[in-house]
């Protein structure tokens, strides 16, 4: 079965209360002309609820770029996952390479939070990837293998319908810097290998996995009509509508 490609725009730490539900309503007006592509926007906690409002009942997921773990008490400054769901998000992001590398957060760490999004019955993508070093070093697969094992560890076969696998590497976010498709479809290719030997050739079959770092209109075709690129996770591109739109487009194409 062809797997239904995924587009999610990752606004990290940008948008305020005017110009999040603005984007939001441009979003929503590029999902309505792509029904080939699933469309997903995470949006800074504080936001959620008003970007909610703007998207209404257009096929657009509302995405958190982060969750905790436990179902609330003393935590200070961490936001559960009922609390995500009350504000009506369905999908979320786990491993998302700042969190691991600028915020210090473990392959444990975010392994507890990936069950948890999914024990919660939530869409969990989890972002996986190489540092420059470790790249130049010839270790991509292995972390990339590391990072999905580690991630994955105790998710079923059934609940991996609900992940999503973004591939970013670190050295081609917000650099300009993007992944040539000859690479980026090899470690896509090995990631999906990773994934049938953990699970079944059925389940690796149907699980999207999708690119991250510098996707931008203008390299969007060339990558995701790559095999085993199903779509993107974007970060600066997804702040215009203008730019985000057509890389949608892409996707659906592809
Ligand atoms: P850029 O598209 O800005 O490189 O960011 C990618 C990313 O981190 C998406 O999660």
Same mark, same amino acid.
């Given at each position: ?13 940008? /948008? +305020?209360?005017? $110009? =999040?539900?603005?984007?939001? *309503?441009? &979003?929503?007006?590029?999902a309505?002309a ?27 997921a ?27 998000? /369905? +999908?979320?992001? $786990? =491993?998302?390479?700042?969190? *691991?590398? &600028? ?10 939070k ?6 919660a ?43 999503v ?30 994934l ?9 079959d ?7 770092g ?29 730019d ?11």
């Amino acid at each position: 079965m062809p797997r239904k490609p995924y587009v999610g725009g990752n606004w990290k730490m940008n /948008t +305020d209360r005017v $110009t =999040g539900p603005a984007l939001a *309503r441009e &979003v929503a007006a590029s999902a309505q002309a792509n029904p080939g592509c699933e469309v997903a926007v995470f949006v800074p906690f504080p936001y959620l609820w008003a970007v909610g409002e703007a998207i209404g009942s257009a096929p657009v997921a509302l995405g958190a770029q982060d969750c905790y773990f436990e179902p609330g008490g003393a935590f200070t400054g961490e936001v559960s996952l009922g609390m995500l769901q009350d504000c009506r998000v /369905t +999908d979320v992001l $786990t =491993g998302h390479s700042e969190r *691991r590398h &600028v915020l210090g957060e473990t392959d444990e760490l975010i392994n507890r939070k990936t069950l948890a999004v999914l024990e919660a019955g939530m869409t969990c993508v989890l972002c996986i990837g190489e540092l420059l070093e470790e790249r130049e070093a010839g270790q991509t697969d292995v972390v990339n293998e590391r990072q999905l094992r580690a991630g994955l560890a105790g998710v079923t076969a059934v609940q991996m319908a609900r992940v999503v696998i973004a591939y970013e590497p670190v050295w081609a976010i917000g650099t300009g810097k993007v992944a040539t498709p000859e690479d980026a479809q090899a470690a896509h290719a090995r990631c999906r290998a990773v994934l049938e030997d953990l699970y079944d050739s059925i389940t690796a079959d149907a699980t999207r996995i999708i690119y991250g770092g510098s996707l931008k209109p203008a390299n969007a075709a060339e990558l995701l009509a790559q095999p085993d690129i199903d779509g993107g996770l974007v970060g600066g591109a997804s702040l215009k509508g203008a730019d985000f739109g057509p890389i949608v487009e892409a996707a659906g194409r592809a």
